[in-house]
Protein backbone atom coordinates (compact mmCIF):
# COMPACT_ATOMS: atom_id res chain seq x y z
CA UNK A 1 0.00 0.00 0.00
CA UNK A 2 1.51 3.23 -0.95
CA UNK A 3 0.19 5.38 1.86
CA UNK A 4 1.75 8.40 1.29
CA UNK A 5 0.35 8.79 -2.11
CA UNK A 6 -2.74 8.29 -1.49
CA UNK A 7 -2.53 11.05 1.10
CA UNK A 8 -1.49 13.51 -1.14
CA UNK A 9 -4.14 12.72 -3.78
CA UNK A 10 -6.84 12.37 -1.30
CA UNK A 11 -5.65 15.94 -0.08
CA UNK A 12 -6.23 17.50 -3.48
CA UNK A 13 -9.29 15.69 -3.99
CA UNK A 14 -11.08 17.02 -1.06
CA UNK A 15 -9.41 20.54 -1.12
CA UNK A 16 -10.70 21.13 -4.68
CA UNK A 17 -13.89 23.49 -4.30
CA UNK A 18 -17.26 21.60 -5.15
CA UNK A 19 -20.54 20.85 -4.70
CA UNK A 20 -19.73 19.83 -1.07
CA UNK A 21 -17.80 22.95 -0.34
CA UNK A 22 -20.14 25.73 -1.60
CA UNK A 23 -23.16 23.75 0.07
CA UNK A 24 -21.02 23.57 3.37
CA UNK A 25 -20.18 27.51 3.08
CA UNK A 26 -23.95 27.78 1.98
CA UNK A 27 -25.29 26.16 5.02
CA UNK A 28 -22.96 27.97 7.60
CA UNK A 29 -24.42 31.26 6.46
CA UNK A 30 -27.49 30.13 6.98
CA UNK A 31 -27.27 28.77 10.24
CA UNK A 32 -24.13 29.63 11.74
CA UNK A 33 -21.60 27.00 12.39
CA UNK A 34 -23.51 24.24 13.76
CA UNK A 35 -25.16 23.85 10.58
CA UNK A 36 -21.75 24.03 8.74
CA UNK A 37 -20.02 21.32 10.79
CA UNK A 38 -23.95 19.12 10.38
CA UNK A 39 -23.40 19.57 6.71
CA UNK A 40 -19.46 18.64 6.76
CA UNK A 41 -20.71 15.46 8.45
CA UNK A 42 -23.95 14.62 5.78
CA UNK A 43 -21.05 14.54 3.33
CA UNK A 44 -18.74 12.79 5.55
CA UNK A 45 -21.23 9.76 6.33
CA UNK A 46 -22.30 9.94 2.34
CA UNK A 47 -18.75 8.98 1.94
CA UNK A 48 -18.94 6.18 4.47
CA UNK A 49 -21.65 4.37 2.31
CA UNK A 50 -19.73 4.27 -0.66
CA UNK A 51 -16.49 3.13 1.17
CA UNK A 52 -19.00 0.45 2.23
CA UNK A 53 -20.44 -0.18 -1.10
CA UNK A 54 -16.64 0.44 -2.68
CA UNK A 55 -15.13 -2.64 0.45
CA UNK A 56 -18.04 -4.88 -0.50
CA UNK A 57 -17.89 -4.84 -4.07
CA UNK A 58 -21.25 -3.20 -4.54
CA UNK A 59 -19.80 0.25 -6.18
CA UNK A 60 -17.99 -1.91 -9.19
CA UNK A 61 -21.69 -3.43 -9.77
CA UNK A 62 -23.36 -0.27 -9.77
CA UNK A 63 -20.96 1.64 -12.52
CA UNK A 64 -21.45 -1.51 -14.57
CA UNK A 65 -25.33 -1.07 -15.11
CA UNK A 66 -26.18 1.75 -17.25
CA UNK A 67 -29.27 2.18 -16.46
CA UNK A 68 -28.61 2.41 -12.70
CA UNK A 69 -25.95 4.75 -12.72
CA UNK A 70 -27.29 7.31 -15.18
CA UNK A 71 -30.64 7.20 -13.12
CA UNK A 72 -28.17 8.54 -10.01
CA UNK A 73 -26.66 10.80 -12.08
CA UNK A 74 -30.13 12.09 -13.27
CA UNK A 75 -31.17 12.39 -9.34
CA UNK A 76 -28.34 13.58 -7.94
CA UNK A 77 -28.32 16.71 -10.72
CA UNK A 78 -31.85 17.45 -9.89
CA UNK A 79 -31.14 17.69 -5.91
CA UNK A 80 -28.34 20.30 -6.60
CA UNK A 81 -30.50 22.14 -9.09
CA UNK A 82 -33.11 22.33 -7.07
CA UNK A 83 -30.76 23.60 -3.49
CA UNK A 84 -28.81 26.12 -6.17
CA UNK A 85 -32.29 27.97 -7.09
CA UNK A 86 -33.16 27.83 -3.45
CA UNK A 87 -30.45 29.99 -3.25
CA UNK A 88 -30.99 32.12 -5.72
CA UNK A 89 -34.39 32.39 -4.67
CA UNK A 90 -33.57 33.70 -1.03
CA UNK A 91 -30.88 36.40 -3.24
CA UNK A 92 -33.51 37.87 -5.57
CA UNK A 93 -36.22 37.25 -2.49
CA UNK A 94 -35.09 38.17 0.70
CA UNK A 95 -38.35 37.57 2.09
CA UNK A 96 -37.85 33.54 1.16
CA UNK A 97 -34.64 33.41 2.80
CA UNK A 98 -34.43 31.38 5.87
CA UNK A 99 -34.42 33.37 8.90
CA UNK A 100 -30.58 33.36 9.75
CA UNK A 101 -30.29 32.63 13.69
CA UNK A 102 -27.56 33.61 16.20
CA UNK A 103 -25.18 30.95 17.01
CA UNK A 104 -27.50 30.67 20.06
CA UNK A 105 -30.41 29.95 17.94
CA UNK A 106 -31.94 27.14 15.56
CA UNK A 107 -30.86 27.45 12.07
CA UNK A 108 -31.08 24.34 9.62
CA UNK A 109 -30.91 21.40 12.09
CA UNK A 110 -30.97 18.16 11.20
CA UNK A 111 -31.67 19.16 7.93
CA UNK A 112 -27.83 20.26 6.67
CA UNK A 113 -27.45 17.04 7.78
CA UNK A 114 -29.35 15.51 5.14
CA UNK A 115 -28.54 18.12 2.48
CA UNK A 116 -24.67 17.35 3.14
CA UNK A 117 -26.23 13.70 3.21
CA UNK A 118 -28.52 13.60 -0.26
CA UNK A 119 -25.53 15.84 -2.15
CA UNK A 120 -22.93 13.31 -1.33
CA UNK A 121 -24.95 10.20 -2.40
CA UNK A 122 -26.06 12.04 -5.84
CA UNK A 123 -23.22 12.47 -6.82
CA UNK A 124 -21.99 9.65 -9.12
CA UNK A 125 -18.02 11.06 -9.04
CA UNK A 126 -18.20 9.86 -5.85
CA UNK A 127 -19.21 6.15 -6.55
CA UNK A 128 -16.85 5.90 -9.43
CA UNK A 129 -14.00 7.91 -7.47
CA UNK A 130 -14.20 4.88 -4.44
CA UNK A 131 -14.85 2.29 -6.72
CA UNK A 132 -11.51 3.48 -9.01
CA UNK A 133 -9.33 5.44 -6.59
CA UNK A 134 -9.07 2.76 -3.40
CA UNK A 135 -8.28 -0.52 -5.08
CA UNK A 136 -5.34 1.50 -6.19
CA UNK A 137 -3.55 2.06 -3.20
CA UNK A 138 -3.96 -1.55 -1.66
CA UNK A 139 -1.75 -4.45 -3.09
CA UNK A 140 -3.78 -7.47 -5.60
CA UNK A 141 -2.87 -9.76 -2.58
CA UNK A 142 -4.04 -7.64 0.50
CA UNK A 143 -7.02 -6.27 -1.48
CA UNK A 144 -9.65 -6.74 1.05
CA UNK A 145 -12.68 -5.47 3.04
CA UNK A 146 -10.68 -4.25 5.64
CA UNK A 147 -7.95 -2.27 3.70
CA UNK A 148 -10.57 -0.39 1.48
CA UNK A 149 -12.75 0.20 4.42
CA UNK A 150 -9.22 1.71 6.33
CA UNK A 151 -8.49 4.09 3.19
CA UNK A 152 -12.12 5.30 3.02
CA UNK A 153 -12.20 6.05 6.64
CA UNK A 154 -8.93 7.88 6.96
CA UNK A 155 -10.38 10.05 3.72
CA UNK A 156 -14.06 10.56 5.77
CA UNK A 157 -12.35 11.79 8.10
CA UNK A 158 -9.98 14.19 6.26
CA UNK A 159 -12.60 15.44 4.24
CA UNK A 160 -14.45 16.09 7.74
CA UNK A 161 -12.09 17.68 9.04
CA UNK A 162 -11.70 19.84 6.05
CA UNK A 163 -15.37 21.08 5.88
CA UNK A 164 -15.63 21.46 9.43
CA UNK A 165 -12.45 23.93 8.96
CA UNK A 166 -14.60 26.03 6.18
CA UNK A 167 -17.67 26.09 8.22
CA UNK A 168 -15.90 27.54 11.31
CA UNK A 169 -14.02 30.09 9.51
CA UNK A 170 -17.24 31.19 7.70
CA UNK A 171 -18.90 31.40 11.35
CA UNK A 172 -15.96 33.59 12.36
CA UNK A 173 -16.65 36.16 10.00
CA UNK A 174 -20.01 35.48 9.77
CA UNK A 175 -21.26 38.88 10.90
CA UNK A 176 -19.40 40.43 7.78
CA UNK A 177 -21.19 37.96 5.57
CA UNK A 178 -24.46 38.09 6.62
CA UNK A 179 -24.61 42.27 5.71
CA UNK A 180 -27.56 42.44 3.47
CA UNK A 181 -25.70 43.04 0.22
CA UNK A 182 -22.67 40.09 1.04
CA UNK A 183 -25.11 37.62 2.04
CA UNK A 184 -27.21 37.93 -1.15
CA UNK A 185 -24.27 38.26 -3.01
CA UNK A 186 -22.92 34.84 -1.57
CA UNK A 187 -26.53 32.89 -1.76
CA UNK A 188 -26.98 33.48 -5.97
CA UNK A 189 -23.01 33.04 -5.85
CA UNK A 190 -23.42 29.64 -4.52
CA UNK A 191 -26.91 29.28 -5.87
CA UNK A 192 -25.28 29.13 -9.53
CA UNK A 193 -22.13 27.10 -8.70
CA UNK A 194 -24.69 24.13 -7.53
CA UNK A 195 -27.09 24.70 -10.41
CA UNK A 196 -24.14 24.56 -12.74
CA UNK A 197 -22.54 21.78 -11.16
CA UNK A 198 -26.06 20.15 -11.15
CA UNK A 199 -26.29 20.56 -14.92
CA UNK A 200 -22.63 19.59 -15.37
CA UNK A 201 -23.50 16.51 -14.17
CA UNK A 202 -26.19 15.60 -15.95
CA UNK A 203 -24.86 16.55 -19.17
CA UNK A 204 -21.33 14.95 -18.71
CA UNK A 205 -20.78 11.70 -20.00
CA UNK A 206 -18.44 9.50 -17.97
Not at 39 to 47: E, F, K, L, N, Y
Not at 82 to 89: F, K, N, P, V
Not at 136 to 155: D, E, P, Y
Not at 171 to 177: I, K, M, N, P
Amino acid sequence: MNFAAFLGISILVIVSPGQDTALTIRNTLVGGRKDGIATAAGVSTGQLTWTIATSAGLAALLTASEPIFTALKLAGAAYLVYLGLQALRAAIFPRSRPVIRSPAGRGLGRGAYVQGLLSNLGNPKMVVFFSSLLPQFVARGSLTFASLLLLGLIFCAMTVIWLTGYAVVVARVGDVLRRDRVRRALEATTGLVLVGLGLRIATERR
